[in-house]
């Protein structure tokens, strides 16, 4: 498969081989979130954002496995990477248990845990963050941020947001205000209070209209009130957003807004947890979606892209008590831990960041030059890009025209397209990826 001409290629989707591999895991599996019939074949080619299916057709990825393949597939210089290294067995350990070392820590021959932790650092050494407990996904990151506000400040108030989705187990379904379905008949930690997130990119607080700043005035500020509040501010142990809303609908705040959180939580010491899951690791043009932002996260929980979950703060945020913080398996899972220090890497050495923006700027106008029917707005930064329909049902449409077509998109909030290519997309690569996707738009019109 040659990068430079492949284009997607297509007969019936799902195939007949896709649809028995599919029945076939659903024999075992669990109901979960399954977007289309599409069934990788890993035996088979696959680059960049190009891979193929069980029955032979050529996809166009523009997931990136929901971000968590942030260089696509195959990349090559990762590959090359990797192929360097003479795997050991376990690869799995008990991370919190075990140390490992590869040689030389100023230059290891197999970068681990304390390589990734150390360059996870470095990224977030703006923001005065030294210190990572490392774990198996963003849940988990989120479930640690939680715990060790709770310990530090032994406040008993947390502040999430309209629209905020922040993991899956207990304690980050309690912070989401996406789905209902995510909450439905779930216990959940008590006294967490929500307010309006921001979805209009460059309102003020004269002209807001999401209800964030309700005459005038903040309805977080309102809460604060040392007077006429309903939440005392000594007692909020965090306050979690995502800097880009996610699952919410790919909703990217206003300056106006990300400044009053931030003086907000300034004013009152609050602690501010940014989740860049999703919107971290080079996906907006900047390394941390909070880099755009006038914010100073106290802790920065990620994942996807880093390969494993990560909570990254200030050695005074983290428990000093052994035990207080653990994870058998959560640090050590060493080839992950390796894909991601090199992730790190790749990203600064290929110029990704600059390749982020260029791209996702070429996508919105490419989009946007097209004058695509019923679509209300293009909007994005870097390449975490979002096509907003006039309803849900166009939106639904148009994902699967698109999938028919060989290009691979996923639905955020209620009628939001949303797009991530991988971070080293290609001029053509988003040209092929926008036309594939305005014929989905006509076809559907």
């Not at 988990?140 to 899956?168: L, W």
């Not at 990119?201 to 809460?223: D, I, N």
Request: net charge negative.
């Amino acid at each position: 498969m040659d990068r430079e001409t492949v284009e997607p290629s297509v007969g019936t989707l799902p195939g007949p081989k896709a649809t028995e591999r599919v029945d076939y895991h659903a024999e075992f599996a669990a109901p979960s979130t399954y977007v289309y019939g599409f069934v990788w074949d890993i035996l088979e080619d696959a680059t960049g954002p190009f891979c193929t299916d069980a029955d032979g057709n050529v996809l166009m990825d523009f997931t990136s496995h929901v971000g968590a393949a942030p260089l696509g597939y195959n990349n090559p210089q990762l590959r090359e990477r990797l192929a360097e290294f003479e795997l050991v067995d376990p690869l799995k350990i008990a991370g919190q248990d075990f140390y490992t070392t590869a040689g030389d820590p100023t230059d290891p021959e197999f970068p681990g845990p304390a390589e990734l932790m150390d360059k996870l650092t470095q990224v977030s050494s703006q923001y005065g963050m030294d210190t990572v407990f490392l774990s198996n996904s963003g849940a988990e990151a989120v479930e640690n941020a939680m715990k060790i506000c709770y310990d530090d400040t032994g406040g008993k108030y947390a502040i999430t947001f309209d629209g905020a989705f922040h993991g899956r187990t207990l304690g980050a379904l309690s912070l989401n205000r996406s789905k209902e379905i995510y909450r439905r008949k779930f216990p959940e930690i008590p006294s967490i209070h929500d307010v309006p997130f921001c979805d209009d990119r460059t309102c003020e607080p004269s002209t807001c209209s999401c209800g964030f700043f309700a005459g005038g005035v903040s309805q977080l500020r309102k809460m604060l009130d040392p007077q006429r509040g309903w939440v005392n501010a000594d007692e909020v142990a965090f306050l979690i957003m995502e800097p880009i809303q996610g699952e919410g609908g790919y909703r990217f705040p206003s300056a106006a807004f990300m400044a009053e959180v931030a003086e907000l939580c300034d004013r009152h010491d609050i602690l501010l947890v940014a989740d860049e899951i999703q919107s971290g690791m080079g996906r907006t043009g900047e390394f941390w979606a909070s880099d755009h932002y006038p914010i100073e996260p106290d802790i920065i929980t990620a994942a996807k892209g880093a390969r494993v979950g990560a909570t990254i703060a200030n050695e005074d945020v983290f428990p000093g008590e052994k035990s207080r913080l653990s994870s058998t398996w959560g640090a050590g899972d060493l080839v992950a831990s390796m894909q991601g220090a090199l992730t790190i890497d790749l990203i600064h050495e290929e110029g990704l960041l600059a390749n982020a923006t260029a791209r996702g700027e070429q996508a919105k106008r490419t989009l946007r030059e097209a004058s695509l029917s019923a679509v209300e707005d293009v909007r994005g930064t870097g390449l975490m890009l979002a096509v907003e329909f006039d309803t849900r049902e166009r939106r639904n449409a148009v994902m699967d025209a698109a999938f028919q077509r060989g290009l691979l998109t996923l639905g955020c909030g209620h009628k939001t397209l949303r797009l991530l290519p991988p971070l080293d997309v290609t001029e053509r690569e988003i040209y092929l990826g926008c036309d594939l996707l305005a014929e989905a738009v006509d076809a559907v019109a």
